[in-house]
């Protein structure tokens, strides 16, 4: 007798490499269950490119509603299509749950697995391990703003930036807290108050929430010394705080150290609410139907939802499969394998349904 159904997850493969991924992902979590049991139902919603061209619709409103009280979790793919080049159906669906979710965590953690896979001569697994917070429901994503005579030659086209005392300070205590909660020593915040004066905001909240810390150092950086130091010295991070779109930059950055976008997965959270997971990686249209796409962050992504939902020796499992993966060489081409995305999952389900 299977154990009883406890966990609602939505998931919506999306578009490109999305299903592919997605795919391996859900065959991992099906090995998953025949051992640990956490009693997972899968509800698979439809909506991506395809949907969106066919019906045009993207995501109703009602199912955004359902998502935010009838789940317990939301797994993405990716959206993405060239057939939407204004990638309406990505930001009512991807930004649409983040931001009516009010998912304001966005969780990228970056873990060196194996030397191998880093671009930086001497750099060991023990010098790059950091997770990167970027606030997910403010800065310059809102879409405050316009075009004014657009298309022609006096073009204007505005973006505002939005920035609120409230938003800056919840992003930053959940930083700190969980600095605090894994036994890390330092919160580094990236900003670039000395060109936008209006980042002093995130100095202040920075330096007033962190006194609260008096365990945990405060380190503050302007966004691209940041860029540099993390190629120059990853040991320096551990936990990095900072806005929608310097998060959304310096998190594709971080990935490259560790093996790239295919080793990337992420949360977005909003603590005691539905949280969305999502590899950090997009459709990447012309890997695309070609079994060569890497679903190890799709995968990893997996076990930050085993993690989140209290199926902690399953996240375990799944965390330490892949690692098992790397160092055996079953990879795909982009971490410099020569197995294909269904084999990687096959190679790592199985090493999870037997327990190894
Ligand atoms: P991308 O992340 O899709 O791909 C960039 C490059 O990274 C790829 O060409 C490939 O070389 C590599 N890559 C990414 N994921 C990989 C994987 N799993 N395995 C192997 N290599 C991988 O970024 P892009 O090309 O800028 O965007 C493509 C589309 O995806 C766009 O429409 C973009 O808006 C969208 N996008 C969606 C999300 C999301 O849904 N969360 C995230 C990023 C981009
Ligand atoms: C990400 C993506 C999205 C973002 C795009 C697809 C809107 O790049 O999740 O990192 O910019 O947040
Ligand atoms: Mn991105």
């Known amino acids: 007798m299977s154990a009883p159904a406890s966990h609602r997850l939505a998931v919506i493969a999306g578009d490109g490499i999305g299903p ?52 317990d979790a939301i797994l993405v793919g990716a959206l993405g299509d060239p057939r939407v080049p204004g990638n309406e159906h990505a930001r009512d669906i991807l930004l649409g749950m983040r931001f009516q979710l009010d998912l304001y965590v966005n969780e990228r953690p970056a873990r060196l697995f194996d030397e191998r896979l880093t671009p930086l001569k001497g750099k060991t697994t023990r010098d790059i391990d950091l997770v990167v917070f970027r606030e997910n429901t403010e800065g310059l994503y809102v879409s405050v703003g316009g075009t004014f005579k657009q298309g022609t030659p006096d073009e204007i086209a505005i973006a505002e930036e939005l920035n609120t005392r409230k938003g800056v300070e919840r992003i930053v205590r959940h930083a700190f807290e969980w600095a605090r909660a894994n036994g890390k020593t330092r919160v580094t915040m990236a900003d670039k108050a000395n060109a936008i004066a209006a980042h002093g905001l995130w100095r202040r909240v920075f330096d007033a929430v962190g006194r609260e810390y008096g365990d945990i150092e405060r380190d503050t950086r302007y966004i691209d010394a940041m860029a540099m130091d993390l190629v120059r010295t990853p040991e320096s991070f551990q936990v990095i705080v900072t806005g929608n779109l310097f998060g959304d930059i310096i998190s594709d950055l971080a990935s490259m150290l560790v093996g790239g976008l295919g080793m990337a997965p992420s949360a977005n959270r909003h603590p005691g609410r539905v949280t969305m997971f999502e590899p950090v990686h997009g459709s990447a249209p012309p890997l695309a139907g070609k079994d060569v796409a890497n679903p190890m962050a799709a995968i990893l992504t997996l076990s930050m939802l085993l993690e989140t939902i209290g199926a902690r020796e399953a996240a375990a499992a799944v965390d330490g499969a892949v690692r098992a993966a790397v160092a055996a060489n079953v990879g795909t081409p982009d971490i410099g394998g020569t197995h294909g995305t269904r084999a990687v999952g096959d190679w790592i389900a199985r090493r999870v349904a037997t327990r190894e």
Do not use: F, N, W
């Open 20 to 71: 592919e991924v997605v795919q391996e992902a859900l065959k991992v979590l099906d090995a998953v269950e025949q051992v640990y049991r956490p009693g997972i139902v899968v509800e698979r919603l439809p909506y991506g490119a395809d949907h969106y061209l066919a019906t045009g619709v993207t995501l109703p409103p009602d199912e955004m509603r359902r998502l935010g009280s009838d789940v």
